[in-house]
């Protein structure tokens, strides 16, 4: 116990200590924070004023536009090229001409925005934005349509309260809340898996590659030294996942205040910026279902219960993984021999995030039962479908049968390793590893 | 009595059998040569010994006791692929070897500060190693080897890579050791460069153990009773105890002989003939070198190639 807390202690120093470690802890919140931060405060940032010079023929539209923030309208009665010309001495933003024509329903229905350098789409937007709502009500007017019993109609909302019957209790549940969150966790345990057990299979490779490891396991067992990579690496993730938590809500939420941007425009920045949910995309431009339903719905999602499944699969996902990755890393001799012992690794890894959208369409489906059950795929898809509230034996039993999972892939690792590490310069097929798996001692 | 003893041994891998039925006898307090030409087996062997494989037959005693994890830390093995961890600082990387082999911390700062004072390098502490040449890497290697003080030492090829400067300093300490009572093994292929120093040797030849012994019985035992005689004049006929093997002619009336005496003289009856013939500048026993008795106890031939000097 003494000798491996003592290989724990330095494989997780000699990280620790690391500029590399150092900047990446820093660096990871930073560039995070501003992934969020910067478009927002873009966006909220007192933006120069824009005047935008209207020319109206039709004469209709002298009440629609309504300034804002950054834009503001100024109705002239000059001609156009007039207005052209001030445009050009940036007296004006842009000029917007609105022919008499617009009403006609013989002629296309266009306006005319002439700026020195190009409109921006933000203007662009609230031009076309005003000119459609303002002859859309027109013509509903003209068709004896009462806009306002129109607006009511419109605003009518059906809520679809799905409910988990299996639980005890009738637990709202939020699918897209779940998707979100499933999403995430899984993919955390996605990279945080390639991303240290890669670390474990370089310092295998290193060790094997100076030369240092012949020296080791003549005081030490070579199961102790594996082991002992294997958790410093698990704490030194540990550690670097807690900096990055701390620092990265301290970021957010310090900029935020210096900043004095609000957290419901932080909310809606993160809501725009979740990447790959297409489906959750095409939801959102439903009217009615809007981000803070979202959130109403990840208020309903036991989180107690995630983050403690997300540590779980986390360590034991990670325990299981780099035992193999250490295999790897003992079997090769430099880095270009992993790569043919990583592909049938990195398989079932790349499976589960491939398969991901398919779980979370369908969480109760056979395929998803039985990959979150097998060991290799289930720490990623166990986590996509627990948002979804499973049944808690099939939980049980997908934890059980990952420690079981990461007991097996040990063992292996550990016969193949104690004959690889002192193989130089040879290189070994799979019929050989399968050799060394019976040597004795 | 023996600090270790390894008896019979057998050690297969997939392809090939390492060890073929083994015994060796390692008397404590002296220096053994475990000889013997690349592949032979004797890395497998060690590494029995070091517990870093287990033999597939035989046993392995230490101080009496089945060899167990517990003599781990009463062994230091300094391996013939050396290396240390490159992004280490010196002085760290011994306290971690130490600590490994069951000192503690203090122990290990304690005996490392004087190991660097007798070698003189108390500015490398905090240098990585990376940035040590190779041979400060050796001698730093080698304190980590000898730091827990081990009883018993063992040195796969313990003096390649050294200067020849670094290679006597390693050789005083490794005698200096064995005054304090260390075992030492000695791995080598090239049996030359540790012959002197060895008390006893184990010749491995092929997985088998081909001869052992005190290294003087040996070379007694392979001795030819031949002579190599330098001097100035010309050789007469000799009698028929003596066998003339090689003659050569020398510059301005020098010759070298090569003199086979027969088992009813001796070498003062040879000398009491050719004084009077010529003026004797030396007069040799023909001794074989490890190398030769090597050679002959794997081909069966007696050819010797180089004499190794001694006067007598």
Redesign the interface.
């Known amino acids: 116990m003494r000798i491996i807390s003592l290989i724990i202690q330095r494989e997780y120093l000699v990280r620790v200590r690391k500029k590399s470690f150092l900047i990446m802890t820093i660096l990871g919140p930073v560039l995070l924070a501003c992934i969020y931060i910067v478009p927002a405060y873009l966006m909220l940032r007192e933006g120069e004023k824009r005047t935008i010079a209207v020319i109206d023929e039709s004469g209709l539209f002298s009440q629609s536009f309504e300034n804002n923030k950054n834009i503001s309208f100024a109705p002239i009665n000059t001609s156009l090229a007039v207005a052209k010309e001030q445009v050009r001495q940036d007296k004006y933003y842009a000029v917007l001409y609105i022919p008499k024509s617009i009403l006609d329903k013989t002629h296309n229905r266009e306006v005319e925005l002439f700026s020195k350098k190009g409109a921006s789409i933000e203007v662009e937007d609230k031009v076309q934005e005003t000119i459609q709502k303002k002859i859309q009500d027109l013509q509903l007017k003209q068709a004896n349509i009462d806009t306002d019993l129109l607006k009511q109609i419109e605003s009518y909302e059906i809520a679809v309260n799905t409910a988990n019957l299996e639980e005890e209790k009738e637990q709202e549940s939020n699918v897209i809340a779940s998707s979100i969150v499933g999403y995430i966790s899984a993919f955390i345990i996605y990279i945080s898996i390639f991303l240290y057990g890669v670390q474990v299979m370089r310092g295998i490779l290193e060790e094997k590659t100076n030369r240092i490891v012949e020296v080791m396991i003549s005081s030490v067992k070579p199961f102790q030294l594996m082991m002992g990579k294997i958790i410093g690496i698990a704490l030194v993730g540990l550690t670097q996942f807690l900096l990055w938590l701390l620092l990265g809500f301290g970021i957010i939420y310090g900029t935020a205040q210096t900043l004095g941007i609000d957290q419901q425009t932080m909310m809606q920045q993160v809501e725009n910026r979740q990447p790959g949910l297409s489906q959750l995309k095409e939801v959102q431009k439903k009217p009615g279902l809007q981000a803070k339903d979202i959130y109403k719905g990840l208020a309903t999602i036991n989180f107690t219960k995630i983050i403690a499944c997300l540590l779980f699969y986390f360590l034991f996902g990670y325990l299981m993984y780099s035992a193999l990755f250490a295999a790897v890393g003992a079997a090769s001799d430099a880095d270009t021999d992993t790569q043919q012992f990583m592909f049938p690794i990195s398989v079932p890894l790349i499976f589960s995030i491939v398969i991901a959208t398919y779980i979370v369409q369908n969480p109760d489906s056979s395929i998803a039962f039985w990959t979150s059950i097998i060991p290799l795929t289930s720490p990623i898809i166990m986590l996509i479908r627990l948002p979804f509230n499973p049944p808690l034996w099939e939980i049980a039993l997908s934890m059980a049968l990952l420690i079981g999972g990461f007991l097996a892939t040990t063992w292996l690792a550990a016969r193949i390793y104690r004959v690889g590490i002192l193989m130089y310069g040879k290189k070994v097929s799979y019929k050989e590893l399968s050799k060394w798996l019976f040597y004795k001692g | 009595m023996s600090l270790l003893s390894a008896r019979h041994i057998t050690k297969r ?2 392809n090939h059998t390492a060890l073929n039925d083994v015994s060796i006898e390692i008397p404590k307090g002296s220096i053994f040569g475990l000889l013997g030409p690349n592949g032979a087996g004797k890395t497998s062997l060690i ?1 029995i010994i ?5 033999p ?1 037959k035989g046993e392995v005693l230490f101080a009496g006791e089945k060899l167990s ?1 517990a003599h ?2 009463r ?1 230091g ?1 300094l ?1 013939e ?8 600082k010196v002085g760290e990387q011994l306290q ?2 130490a ?3 069951g000192m503690t911390k203090r122990e290990a700062t304690d005996k490392l500060k004087q190991w660097f004072i007798k070698f003189d390098i108390k500015e490398w502490w905090n240098k990585n190693v990376e940035d040590l040449s190779k041979g400060m890497q050796q001698k730093v ?1 080698f304190i ?1 080897t000898v730091l827990h003080e081990p009883e018993l030492l063992i040195l796969d090829e313990p003096f390649t890579g050294f200067d020849p400067v670094n290679a006597n300093l390693i050789k005083d300490e490794i005698i200096q050791l064995k005054q304090n009572g260390c075992t030492i093994i000695f791995s080598t292929h090239r049996m030359e460069s540790v012959e002197e120093m060895c008390d006893y040797i184990a010749l491995i030849h092929q997985s088998q153990k081909i001869l052992d012994g005190a290294t003087k019985q040996i070379r007694r035992q392979y001795r030819t009773n031949t002579y190599v005689l330098e001097g100035e004049g010309s050789l007469g006929t000799l009698p028929s105890e003596f066998q003339l093997l090689d003659l050569q002619q020398l510059e301005e009336n020098h010759i070298k002989a090569s003199i086979k005496i027969s088992n009813e003289a001796s070498p003062n009856d040879l000398l009491q003939i050719l004084i009077p013939q010529i003026q004797i500048h030396s007069f040799i026993e023909n001794i074989p070198s490890m190398n030769d008795i090597f050679i002959r106890s794997v081909t069966g031939t007696g050819t010797t190639i180089e004499p190794s000097a001694i006067t007598v």
């Open positions: 891998y997939a590494r070091t517990q870093i494989t287990a597939d994890p781990i830390k062994i093995y391996p692929e050396r290396g240390l961890y490159k992004k280490m971690y070897l600590q490994l082999k290697q980590a």
